[in-house]
């Protein structure tokens, strides 16, 4: 084999190799990419089945009922335009109150249930995760045109 030859084997082997190198880097990110939705987005089936996403939005007041094991823990997610309920096997985080922002982490059941494998709580009175922000807001400005066209 002649010089020239070989070199161009090395750039055609290191080229492959970065390529390689570069299909895996790409394939890991895909899968640990976590999207958020509102439950207004979840109720109206904009959510990923089958896939991992976030849901935020206020914890509704007098949801939160703890199962006889201790671990597992019952709650309604809300925009408060559209509701979703929540389960969760875990201890919660001390923050974690009714009235109060959070965001769950899982997926969806069959059943229409969010199945939570993390569940992460505002940090202070005045934090709430913007995307969970606006949701809200957004939820809030749909339901207030809603009923000045009813109120007319």
Do not use: W
């Amino acid at each position: 084999m002649k010089r020239r030859h070989k070199r161009i084997g090395f750039i055609v082997a290191g080229l492959t190799g970065l390529g390689i190198a570069a299909a895996l880097a790409l394939s890991a990110f895909q899968n640990n990419l976590v999207f958020f939705f509102s439950p207004s987005q979840v109720a109206a089936k904009e959510a990923p089945t089958g896939r991992t996403f976030r849901v935020g939005g206020l914890v509704h007041e007098g949801t939160v009922k703890r199962d006889t094991d201790g671990l597992t823990v019952r709650f309604t997610v809300t925009d408060t335009a559209q509701s979703i309920p929540v389960v969760y096997k875990g201890i919660l985080p001390d923050l974690f109150k009714e009235g109060k922002g959070c965001v769950a982490q899982g997926r969806v059941g069959a059943d229409g249930v969010f199945y939570a494998d993390q569940v992460l709580a505002k940090h202070d009175e005045n934090y709430m995760p913007p995307e969970a922000g606006q949701a809200i807001d957004k939820a809030k400005h749909a339901r207030e045109a809603g009923k000045t066209v009813v109120d007319k």
